[in-house]
């Protein structure tokens, strides 16, 4: 994925690995600064803990915990590919004994994950769902395990997902 550059700027250098880690394996082009580092022209948002972009006071900048980094990640990534917020949020599982998701905005791929139950799976949606800014979201499941397909629906359909 090409959109442009993300900057890590912290002094925790745990969040910072973490953050690299995590932007790397979704092919975003990063890098890490040290916190009093000028950011590049090149620089469409930066992630630092909360404290350090508060100090910042750039809107440039999200804040991120040891605790949010996927949810920090998807948030820069919406920064920088659309800057607001998404019409159609869609999610697609894969159902299985692992069963697999990925989630579209607006056409765009935004991320994939593999969940070791229906539980995780729905939970994980949900989670997402609050942190991405959407008008329409919906859940799609696809001809896998018939059972497990059934199970996914019922638990979404529960807690008030389109399916």
């Not at 948002?45 to 949810?71: F, K, M, N, Q, R």
């Not at 920064?79 to 579209?104: C, M, N, Q, S, Y």
């Not at 769902?129 to 059972?147: A, K, P, Q, Y």
């Amino acid at each position: 994925m090409n959109v442009g550059k993300v900057i890590v700027r912290t002094s925790d250098f745990r969040l910072a690995y973490r953050l690299l880690a995590g932007l790397k394996a979704r092919h975003v082009r990063c890098a890490h600064l040290e916190q009093d580092a000028p950011l590049p022209p090149s620089a469409l948002v930066w992630l630092a803990t909360p404290e350090e972009v508060e100090a910042a006071a750039d809107p440039l900048g999200i804040g991120a915990t040891l605790e949010s980094i996927d949810s920090s990640i998807e948030r820069a990534l919406r920064f920088v590919a659309k800057g607001g917020v998404i019409k159609e949020l869609t999610f697609g599982i894969d159902p299985g004994p692992r069963p697999g998701l990925a989630w579209v905005g607006d056409g765009r791929i935004l991320g994939t994950a593999q969940f070791e139950s229906v539980d995780a799976t729905v939970d994980r949606i949900c989670s997402l769902s609050n942190d991405i800014g959407h008008t329409s979201l919906t859940v799609r499941i696809g001809d896998g395990s018939r059972t497990i397909s059934n199970r996914l629906a019922n638990v979404c359909l529960a807690r008030g997902l389109k399916v």
